[in-house]
């Protein structure tokens, strides 16, 4: 059974997809550039 995405890696997703860097997303999410790969990868 496959884990539902969470509200944050849908919208890491969704903001990767519009072009968007992973230092600027961590940024803008307070997280660490680490956390919007695993994200990426999760989702």
């Known amino acids: 059974k496959k884990d539902k995405i969470t509200d944050r890696e849908m919208e890491i997703i969704r903001m990767t997809a519009q072009g ?7 940024r803008i999410e307070n997280c660490s550039v680490k956390t919007v790969y695993t994200h990426r990868r999760n989702g």
Do not use: H, L
């Open 20 to 26: 968007m860097q992973p230092k600027s997303i961590a």
